[in-house]
């Protein structure tokens, strides 16, 4: 008999966290197995090994920016592909066992990022508490019942349903439009179809340490009209002043614009890592002037061949 396809997804364990509630709105996922894992290195493990299909992962916060774990692993991991993005909105909880009240609070447990997007209600509220960092949102609450150096917890929503503890209180993060980007990356060459709502995601090194070399990373999508949703430096690390950029660009490998930038990039740039084009989800369409319809490049094209053939066109 043929072997079963390995249909399993990866996610940043255990049960309760954020990037669960991401994967859960993979309408693929659904029914499927489901592994936690410990971190980003880990997922895109069981990626590259076969162990999963697919593994979801965090890449942006809307408050912290780009998520460096993730961009780096992806810099890092060769032949993965983003083939989708999620949005979760970000809240927070503060929980604690059974029994304590939040004026016993004296020891919060907190994943930094956490304790980052809370810290203004927790200095109004506990402003002579303690922070002990957490590996996850759901593992600083589990924490609480391994040892007794935390009063309570920062958690996600919905944490009292898999652990034995109370709400203390509830949106207890500053920003109320905070919000978590995540991607699905799988090992795969395939790229889904345009659907005039993408996203295009790079790594993209600059070929040299000197003046005006950024400007000419950026002006291979200026010139095209593309928009930049995000740009990120991350270093290289073999020496000071070496620079990968991470960037997601507005539109698909398969519109004209975006084609000519990539090429444009391929040209300057020593190495340029293709990550993914794939639907936004947001769903909003891509915005761009009329001058860089994929008409405008196609006729550019066919003037150029005339010219250079002799013939003129059909």
Request: charged share 20%; proline share 7%.
């Amino acid at each position: 008999m043929p072997e079963t396809p390995n249909v399993t997804y990866s996610f940043l364990g255990p049960a309760g966290t954020f990037t669960e509630a991401a994967l859960a709105q993979v309408p693929e996922a659904q029914g499927k197995p489901w592994r936690a894992v410990n971190n980003v290195g880990e997922a895109l493990a069981d990626v590259v090994s076969g162990r999963s299909v697919a593994a979801m992962i965090a890449i942006e916060n809307s408050v912290d920016g780009g998520v460096s774990a993730t961009q780096d692993a992806l810099a890092s991991v060769p032949g993965l592909r983003i083939i989708g993005e999620y949005l979760v909105p970000v809240k927070f909880v503060i929980v604690a066992r059974p029994g304590t009240t939040l004026k016993q609070v004296r020891v919060i447990n907190a994943h930094p990022v956490a304790y980052a997007q809370c810290r203004v209600w927790l200095e109004a509220t506990l402003p002579n508490h303690g922070h002990i960092p957490a590996s996850s949102n759901v593992a600083a609450a589990s924490s609480l019942f391994e040892n007794g150096l935390a009063d309570a917890a920062i958690a996600p929503p919905g944490i009292d349903q898999h652990y034995d503890l109370v709400e203390l209180a509830h949106d207890v993060g500053d920003n109320p439009n905070a919000v978590t980007r995540f991607v699905l990356v799988a090992r795969t060459t395939e790229i889904p179809p345009p659907t005039g709502a993408d996203k295009t995601s790079l790594i993209v090194e600059l070929p040299d340490d000197r003046s005006g070399a950024l400007l000419e990373m950026l002006e291979q999508f200026a010139t095209r009209g593309v928009n930049l949703s995000l740009i990120q430096s991350r270093p290289i690390g073999d020496a000071l002043g070496r620079y990968r950029f991470v960037i997601d660009a507005d539109g698909h490998i398969l519109d004209e614009r975006m084609s000519d930038a990539l090429l444009g990039l391929r040209r300057f740039s020593p190495n340029v890592l293709f990550l993914g084009s794939y639907p936004r989800a947001d769903r909003a369409p891509n915005e761009f002037t009329s001058r860089y319809d994929n008409e405008i490049f196609i006729e550019a094209r066919q003037w150029l061949t005339e010219l250079i053939t002799g013939e003129p066109r059909a």
